[in-house]
């Protein structure tokens, strides 16, 4: 053979390794992907691009012993699973994440654990509560993929992964608006007034005209949320559940009662306290609501300071009575608070005539 030819024969070998090898060591090194526990200065700034997959792999991947999960969509996202005093938390909430996907994302988590969680807290959204199309991604498809042998040989291989790493590195040296951290806190920046004023003017237009189910316009309760309720309490005996209701700023509550959702609202409200007996309800009109360039970036989704005063709320404190940011309503109150929130939302959107 060519002895020219068999040297470009070995070059050409040697490159197919080399360059596979050298993403795989980037992406190793920026573990994008949540499977490994390399932690160092450029990978504290890491996007969200798919937080099914990413959760589930640190699940999987990581030594997973927990008292309690965080379960919910991205208005859950930002409550720090540290800031719960003396419970060990793993908040499990993903963008865009349904009801319907609740249960088998517990499942696994639960199953990880290897016993009962003490505690699940479960984020409810109004906009998630009406009827909407399938979720996107098949939950044991998810999980099949996590726990594929060949799952990470691929993805550290995968030039797609390499894209997140590069993205993770540059994060790093900047400044980024929404990031995780390696401890799977979800870390949001301050925006400017007039990027605030930006983002709800943009959302709320998409919030009360989209074509989609998700809008106003289109909203329709499902007559089978609480069935999916009752489902997530019926495959967690012995565990507490608490549910909330996550805040919004008051230009969506007014948006609601002008498109006559006041009734879907309060039937959301009962049904959740049929299901479980109590609700943190920090959906309705208050003092953070007011001030949406202070405690929100966006019209439905609260700072990490807010999500502070949530858990203190709910656990750190184990409140039992309204408070300045939330209305607790159980079985024995809900009529009074059902009157309550009726009130506070009329009165809101007669304000803002």
């Not at 969200?48 to 965080?70: G, P």
């Not at 859950?76 to 909430?93: D, P």
């Not at 939950?139 to 726990?147: C, G, S, Y």
Request: hydrophobic share 35%; with cysteine; proline share 6%.
């Amino acid at each position: 053979m060519n002895s020219a030819y068999t040297k470009w024969i070995i070059k050409a070998l040697l490159l197919s390794l080399v360059i596979p090898g050298i993403v795989a060591g980037i992406n190793g090194f920026m573990d994008p992907l949540w499977y490994r526990n390399t932690s160092h200065r450029f990978n504290q700034k890491q996007e969200d691009f798919n937080e099914r997959q990413q959760k589930t792999n640190y699940i999987t991947y990581h030594d997973f012993n927990y008292d309690a999960l965080v379960i919910g969509s991205s208005t859950s996202t930002n409550l720090n699973q540290h800031h719960f005093k003396g419970l060990r938390v793993y908040n499990y909430a993903i963008n865009a994440l349904q009801p319907l996907e609740y249960k088998p994302y517990i499942r696994y988590a639960r199953e990880r654990n290897g016993k009962p969680f003490k505690y699940i807290f479960i984020g409810l959204d109004f906009l998630l509560a009406g009827k909407v199309p399938p979720p996107p991604f098949e939950p044991e498809k998810i999980f099949a993929d996590t726990n594929n042998p060949l799952y990470r040989i691929k993805t550290l291989i995968s030039l797609d992964t390499f894209m997140y790493s590069r993205k993770n590195y540059i994060n790093s040296t900047g400044n980024r608006h929404i990031y995780y951290d390696r401890e799977n806190v979800k870390h949001t920046t301050q925006l400017r007034p007039d990027e605030v004023k930006a983002n709800i003017a943009a959302l709320m237009k998409l919030i009360e005209k989209s074509p989609n189910s998700y809008s106003f316009n289109n909203y329709k309760y499902d007559p089978g949320y609480p069935s999916i309720l009752k489902s997530i309490q019926d495959d967690n005996p012995g565990t507490v559940m608490v549910f909330f209701v996550t805040p919004v700023i008051d230009d969506f509550m007014v948006g609601m009662v002008r498109n006559n959702l006041l009734d879907d609202y309060e039937q959301w409200i009962r049904d959740i306290v049929a299901v479980n007996g109590v609700c943190y309800d920090f959906m309705y009109p208050n003092g953070l609501s007011a001030d949406p360039l202070k405690y929100f970036h966006d019209p439905n989704h609260a700072y990490p300071a807010v999500a502070d005063m949530m858990i203190d709320t709910m656990f750190n404190k184990k409140v039992e009575h309204d408070t300045e940011i939330c209305i607790y309503i159980t079985r024995q109150n809900i009529e009074e608070k059902i009157l309550l929130l009726r009130r506070l939302f009329r009165e809101l959107e007669a304000r803002t005539k």
